[in-house]
Each structure stands twice: as C-alpha cells, then as structure tokens.
C-alpha cells in the first residue's frame, strides 16, 4: 500500500522560508512520479512542482518559479519542497500527491491516485 505523509506546514512571515516534507512507504520515490499541489481559501487545487526522480524531471507552476524547489533524498524515501521568499498568496493547504506513471497533465489533480493528508502553510503579512 503506498502512503504519502506531508509535514512541514506552519505561520510564517512574508519573505520567510519553509521546507515541507512528504514521506513515502510502500513504494520507492523513484518508482513514483509526485506533485505538490495546494488549495487556498475559496480556490480550486493548484499544482505547484512536480519531481520525476527516476528521469530527472521537476516542473514548476508559473506563479513559483524561481520561489520553489523541488528535491528528493532517495535514501529516506522523502521528498522536499523548499519554498522562500514566501508571500501571503502562498497561504493555503499543500497536499502531496503520488502517481505510478507520468501524467499526461502534471498540475491536475487527476492524474494522482495517491494522496497525503495535507499540511497547512500560513504566511503572515
């Protein structure tokens, strides 16, 4: 059975940096494909990054590029999303999210059959 934890979420202020986490059992992040998707207040789920370990491959939503960053360390079967320079309109729910094969659509929801529990990121003004 693959599980996905996400961890890391807390209040920050404007500028300030987090490291989320999403740690994965029943399958090697290698052997996966993940996104990071989040939901804000009222707003419709929001890819964010994405990382295929196995081929390299990290995408990044527009609204992020160059604030995100996303890792993995294969050893802890984990994956990190570093985020800075974070910004009120960051604020919102980050879910991590796993698929056995490469989406078609990085960013949809859809295209992801696993799914962690969520950790909320508030960032102050």
């Known amino acids: 059975e693959v599980q996905l934890q996400a961890s890391g979420g807390g209040l920050v202020q404007t500028g300030g940096s987090l490291r989320l986490s999403c740690a994965v059992s029943?399958?090697?992040?290698?052997?996966?494909?993940i996104g990071w998707l989040r939901q804000a207040p009222g707003k419709e789920p929001e890819g964010v990054a994405y990382?295929?370990?196995?081929?390299?491959?990290?995408y990044y939503a527009d609204s992020v590029k160059g604030q995100f960053t996303i890792s993995s360390d294969n050893a802890k079967n984990t994956v990190y999303p570093q985020m800075n320079n974070l910004k009120p309109e960051d604020t919102a729910v980050y879910y991590c999210a796993a698929a056995e094969s490469r989406p078609v659509r990085w960013s949809a929801e859809e295209e992801y059959n696993y799914w962690g529990q969520g950790t909320l990121v508030t960032v102050s003004s």
């Open positions: 990382l295929s370990s196995s081929h390299g491959i990290t």
């Open positions: 029943g399958l090697a992040v290698d052997e996966l494909v």
